[in-house]
């Protein structure tokens, strides 16, 4: 990983909501992003937005916590949301179709640390973390250089 991580206050929901139309906006085919965070911390509402914005429209986007993964079609490569939590073995990622994900797709990735080293080097890791305030967030961006780049102007905006 890169080491340009840095952090983005969410001060609500709907900024959490911006920064994933934000970082939708420049996503493409191949591209990992693992969200990491506790329980309730806004993984799934990120992931929600993010998928409303690569398809253009806001999407019934369900938490994939039973099946382990929704796929959404979307203009340009499809969106692969992934709910890790219940991974019993890296391995058994397999049977999820991770490897097409990692190659046609765009990967959202809940609980990426289940992948053990299954989970691509090249990768944005976003971690999320509750503040002061009850709908409150602190975004940490750790960017591979794919997408140091891309996220770079997050920094300021």
């Not at 019934?60 to 709910?83: C, I, K, M, N």
């Amino acid at each position: 990983m890169d080491a340009a991580i840095f952090a983005i206050d969410l001060p609500d929901e709907k900024a959490t909501e911006s920064l994933a139309a934000r970082l939708a906006a420049g996503a493409r085919q191949g591209d990992v992003i693992a969200l990491s965070g506790p329980l309730g911390s806004g993984k799934t509402c990120f992931a929600r937005a993010f998928i409303g914005a690569r398809c253009g429209a806001p999407q019934e986007v369900p938490s994939p916590t039973f099946t382990l993964v929704q796929v959404y079609p979307a203009p340009g490569p499809a969106v692969w949301h992934f709910d890790l939590f219940r991974l019993a073995a890296p391995a058994d990622a397999w049977e999820l179709g991770i490897e097409d994900a990692f190659a046609d797709g765009i990967s959202l990735i809940e609980w990426p640390e289940r992948l053990g080293d299954l989970l691509p080097a090249e990768r944005l890791d976003l971690a999320l973390a509750f503040a002061a305030a009850p709908d409150a967030r602190i975004a940490t961006l750790t960017p591979s250089p794919t997408w140091s780049a891309r996220v770079a102007e997050l920094r300021h905006g």
